[in-house]
C-alpha cells in the first residue's frame, strides 16, 4: 500500500531515534522464550508489527538516494517528487511541455512528460522516460518526431485512446541496495549517459521549436483579432462623441488611443494657458484619453504640464474640494496627474455595445461630481484671473 508506506517514511524520519529504540526492543522480543509482566511487555508485543513496518520502510533508502541525486544535479531547482518505490521528476529542459495541455491533470507532476527511477526485479537502478495524456494532436507530433531521431513504438501507441507511452529506459548495476551514495551516483550516472544527455537535448528542440511556431501563429492570430477589435472601437467611438456634439476638432482616434475635449477644459485652458511642453494634440489642462486593448478600454481623466505656478493653484482648489490624486501633484516639479480612471470590458461587444460602453464610462457618478467641482473652481477661482 503506497499511501502506508509514504505514512511509514513521514513517521521514521521525524522519529527516527524513537522508532530505532523501538525497534532494538522489538528485535529482542523474538528471542525471549517466556511472558513478562508490564506495560512496556504489553505495548512492544500489540505494536512490534507496525514498529517493524516503519522501520523497514520508513528507511527507504530509493527515496533518500533521490533526495541527494536531485541536490547534487539540480540544487533542488527542479520539479519532482521523491515518492518512495518511483521518485520522479520533469528535466528543466523540458518544462516547456508545460504549454500543451494534458487530458488528465493528475497524471504525475501534471505535466506531459516525466522521468521515474526504479528498482528491477533483478535489483538494477531503472531510468524510465514517458510521454503521458498530452492532446491527441499534440501527442502523434511528438511522436513522430521521436520516430525521425530513430525511436520505436508499439503500434497502438499512436491510437487515440493510447495515454501513456514509454519511449526511453536504461538500467544500471547496484551493488549494495542498502548504500545511499552508491544509489545516489547511479541516478547522477543514468541521468548523465550519453544517450538521455542527446535525447533530452533532442526533445528539449522539439518542444522549443514547436511552441516558436505555435506562438507565431498564435500572435498572428492575436495581432489580427486586436486590429479587428481596434476598428470596431474606433467607428464606435466616433459615432459615440457624434450624440455628444463634441466636434470634429476637440478629439483623436489613433491606432491605439482616443482622446477628447469638453467645453469646460477649453474656459481653463483660456485662463491658465497651454501646457509648458507638448502634451497630447491640444496642450491644455484636461485631457480625456482611453488606451484601447484587445479586452478592454482603459479611461482616464488627467491635468496636464501647465505652468507650474498656475498648476499648483489649481491642484490646491481641486484638493479642497475633495478630488484625489497623489500627494507629488501639489509640487512645482509635477507635470501629469491622473484624477479619474476606469476599465471596462469590451470582450464580445459590438457596435451598439461599445457605444453603450462609452456612455456607461463617461456618465460615471465619480466622474461627474469630478466634472461638476472642476465647474466650481472656474466659477469661484479661475474665471477671475487675469
Not at 497502438?156 to 541496495?177: G, H
Not at 479587428?228 to 491606432?255: C, H, M, P
Not at 479611461?299 to 482648489?317: N, Q
Request: aromatic letters at 14%; proline letters at 2%; hydrophobic letters at 35%.
Amino acid at each position: 500500500n503506497q499511501d502506508q508506506v509514504l505514512q511509514a517514511i513521514n513517521i521514521y524520519r521525524n522519529y527516527k531515534p524513537t522508532i530505532n529504540a523501538l525497534f532494538e526492543e522489538t528485535s529482542k522480543l523474538n528471542k525471549q522464550l517466556q511472558f513478562e509482566s508490564g506495560y512496556q511487555f504489553e505495548f512492544m508485543m500489540k505494536y512490534k508489527n507496525t514498529i517493524n513496518y516503519i522501520f523497514k520502510h520508513g528507511k527507504n533508502i530509493l527515496s533518500y538516494s533521490f533526495e541527494q541525486f536531485i541536490h547534487r544535479q539540480f540544487g533542488g531547482e527542479v520539479l519532482y517528487d521523491a515518492h518512495p518505490t518511483t521518485p520522479n521528476l520533469l528535466p528543466p529542459e523540458w518544462n516547456s511541455i508545460s504549454s500543451i495541455k494534458l487530458r488528465e491533470s493528475n497524471y504525475w507532476l501534471g505535466k506531459g512528460l516525466i522521468v521515474w527511477f526504479e528498482q528491477t526485479n533483478d535489483s538494477r537502478l531503472r531510468l524510465v522516460a514517458e510521454m503521458g495524456p498530452i492532446e491527441y494532436i499534440h501527442r502523434i507530433w511528438l511522436l513522430e518526431q521521436l520516430e525521425k531521431i530513430g525511436l520505436a513504438f508499439r503500434e497502438n501507441s499512436k491510437l487515440e485512446k493510447t495515454r501513456y507511452t514509454r519511449f526511453f529506459s536504461q538500467k544500471i548495476d547496484v551493488n549494495k541496495w542498502d548504500d545511499m551514495e552508491e544509489l545516489s551516483q547511479a541516478m547522477v550516472a543514468l541521468y548523465n549517459s550519453t544517450e538521455f544527455v542527446l535525447l533530452r537535448k533532442q526533445i528539449a528542440d522539439m518542444l522549443n521549436y514547436k511552441n516558436s511556431v505555435k506562438n507565431r501563429i498564435t500572435k498572428t492570430i492575436e495581432n489580427f483579432s486586436t486590429e479587428k477589435t481596434t476598428i470596431q472601437v474606433q467607428k464606435a467611438f466616433k459615432k459615440w462623441v457624434g450624440t455628444k456634439n463634441i466636434l470634429e476638432n476637440d478629439y483623436r482616434v489613433s491606432s491605439k488611443t482616443l482622446s477628447f475635449k469638453i467645453p469646460l477644459f477649453d474656459a481653463f485652458k483660456e485662463k491658465l494657458g497651454e501646457t509648458r511642453e507638448k502634451w497630447w494634440w491640444d496642450n491644455g489642462p484636461f485631457l480625456f484619453w482611453m488606451n484601447i486593448n484587445s479586452d478592454s478600454l482603459f479611461f482616464t481623466l488627467e491635468v496636464g504640464p501647465i505652468d507650474a505656478d498656475k498648476r499648483v493653484l489649481l491642484m490646491e482648489s481641486m484638493k479642497e474640494k475633495g478630488i484625489k490624486f497623489s500627494k507629488k501633484g501639489l509640487t512645482v516639479e509635477a507635470k501629469y496627474n491622473r484624477i479619474y480612471s476606469e476599465t471596462i470590458s469590451i470582450v464580445g461587444l459590438n457596435e451598439s455595445d461599445l457605444i453603450h460602453a462609452f456612455d456607461i464610462l463617461y456618465g460615471n457618478k465619480e466622474l461627474q461630481n469630478i466634472l461638476e467641482k472642476l465647474q466650481i473652481i472656474y466659477d469661484e477661482t479661475v474665471c477671475k484671473l487675469e
